[in-house]
């Protein structure tokens, strides 16, 4: 059991926003307990966990409110556990570059994801394959500057931008074989790299 009391987490297996949160715990060995929800049948606890979205993940935990949204509950896990595994860089400028870059890849890049799988008409999938691949040639770049030739955007190990982006990679993977396309590409990373 975590220092902080009996913990809960809210969720759904293939969510990616809940799959970070999941990552974190595990990664600052935190103990919890996961609860699946079911999105046709949302319990009561989700309901009253978080009323003004109603949706997963949500962490619960003895004589606390409960912390919603992914990216909050990892800077809330960030805060209360900060000598375990270390996600964010210790100069408030370089965690809010490092926050901008999460905030990119939750409003800016996945969505389109949804946006592509809901676009009936050919010409507009390939206008939204286009800005999946531009955006995603963004992020490449970003990748170069921050490992630093390392193997993470954290450098030798796994930081927050590693989380972010890193549950999205099954999602990633899928969307661009169902669509027929490479969203990701190691060789077009560096062929563009002087772009940055």
């Not at 990664?27 to 979205?53: A, C, G, R």
């Not at 408030?92 to 009936?120: Q, S």
Request: a neutral charge; hydrophobic letters at 40%.
């Amino acid at each position: 059991m975590s220092e902080m009391g009996e913990i809960k987490l809210l969720g759904a297996a293939a969510s990616p926003f809940v799959n970070r949160v999941q990552f974190v715990l595990n990664l600052k060995s935190i103990k919890y307990e996961f609860m699946e929800e079911d999105f046709d049948n949302k319990s009561e606890l989700l309901l009253t966990s978080n009323p003004v979205f109603k949706r997963v993940p949500v962490l619960i935990h003895s004589n606390k409110p409960p912390v919603c949204e992914s990216l909050i509950i990892i800077d809330y896990l960030e805060e209360t556990h900060p000598d375990v595994h270390k996600l964010l860089p210790s100069d408030p400028a370089d965690r809010a570059v490092i926050r901008f870059w999460a905030y990119y890849i939750d409003n800016e890049f996945f969505p389109l994801y949804g946006r592509l799988r809901k676009t009936p008409d050919k010409e507009g999938k390939e206008a939204l394959k286009k800005q999946i691949i531009e955006r995603s040639q963004v992020l490449e770049k970003t990748f170069v500057k921050f490992s630093n030739g390392k193997p993470y955007f954290g450098g030798d190990d796994v930081g927050y931008l590693d989380v972010v982006l890193g549950c999205f990679l099954g999602w990633t993977k899928f969307v661009g074989n169902y669509n027929n396309f490479k969203i990701l590409d190691e060789v077009r990373q560096w062929r563009n790299l002087k772009l940055f």
